[in-house]
């Protein structure tokens, strides 16, 4: 393998070949000689000598030997699987991917809200009995709709929300930043937007403040008529508290990309629910996934090039 400017490590993401990544990157960087390491013989090569590299992870025992590498661009938005103090003793700026998925979660979420407002899964469900009989529908319109957390994914879903004519209320953990929603409240005011929230939409990532955070306690909060939308992470949500919330009616519906455990055990009482929706973990799923990730390399790329340095990077978060 010659020497190269960039190394794609070997990588997958939703069944798509990481040719693609390597094909985009070609296509926004046609000066650069760009490389795909295959193997893991290849990988060893190609870090030796390479100042980018672009893939999932990297061991510090390769990160000893990648004496030129100055960026890790990740194909992930968390980073927390990653070696980031070896990173950082080595001098290697690290970029995420976030962002990427703003556009296909936040079309999911939108088609979740639309689905329970109209009743499409009521429609599913008597279709495959050749059922002809009406039902009750809502209209999104004139709803509230809180989003918690609002990163590069809840700003998408509130862009996408806006022209239904809904109130927003945005819950994050630092509120001060403000955000596109009507109202922004932190997370100590959760149950605020909750008890006036008509769909409640989770797209936080999972830390400590959030783990747990829909409780028995929060699904008393909720209105009788709320659906919840999870998008974040699965033990955000407490399962046992959301099926005996379910049991009661205490909630409308629940439209869930994410669950915990995960995968759901096929014998889990979720599925058993008529008013739950469940797709595993598809949300994050689109076709243009390689295309986006290679819009943030190949402005970094030239960001670098131009400041002389990595530093001040789309998406670095160290």
Same mark, same amino acid.
């Given at each position: 393998m010659t020497d190269a400017d960039i190394a794609v490590l070997r990588q997958k993401i939703h069944g798509l070949p990481a040719e693609g990544y390597v094909e985009a990157l070609r296509e926004r960087l046609p000066d650069k000689e760009i490389v795909y390491a295959r193997t893991p013989a290849e990988e060893r090569e190609a870090l030796r000598t390479v100042p980018v590299a672009a893939g999932f992870t990297v061991t510090p025992d390769l990160l000893d030997e990648a004496e030129n590498l100055e960026l890790f661009a990740c194909s992930f938005a968390g980073t927390g699987h990653l070696p980031?103090?070896?990173?950082?003793d080595h001098g290697v700026a690290v970029t995420n991917a976030s962002g990427v998925h703003g556009p296909n979660i936040a079309e999911h979420v939108l088609g979740s809200i639309l689905? &329970?407002?109209?009743? &499409?899964h009521t429609a599913w469900r008597q279709k495959d009995r050749n059922e002809w009989?009406? &039902?009750q529908t809502h209209e999104l319109q004139g709803s509230t709709v809180a989003v918690v957390g609002l990163g590069a994914i809840g700003q998408a879903i509130v862009d996408r929300l806006e022209p239904f004519g809904v109130?927003?209320?945005g819950v994050r953990y630092s509120p001060e930043k403000g955000g596109p929603t009507d109202e922004v409240l932190g997370f100590d005011e959760l149950h605020d937007a909750l008890a006036v929230a008509d769909y409640v939409v989770v797209a936080a990532p999972l830390t400590d403040e959030t783990e747990g955070m829909f409780d028995a306690n929060a699904f008393k909060t909720m209105k009788p008529s709320s659906v919840l939308v999870n998008i974040g992470r699965g033990p955000i949500v407490d399962t046992d508290a959301l099926v005996a919330t379910l049991e009661t009616n205490a909630i409308?519906?629940?439209s869930l990309d994410v669950t915990d455990p995960e995968p759901l055990p096929r014998d889990h009482d979720l599925w058993t629910f008529d008013n739950v929706l469940i797709t595993p973990h598809n949300a994050g799923h689109t076709p243009k996934y390689w295309e986006r990730l290679a819009d943030i390399l190949a402005h970094n790329v030239k960001q670098a090039e131009e400041l002389g340095a990595y530093e001040e990077l789309e998406n670095q978060v160290n």
């Open positions: 980031m103090e070896a990173l950082g689905s &329970f407002a109209r009743g &499409f009989r009406s &039902f109130d927003t209320i409308r519906g629940a």
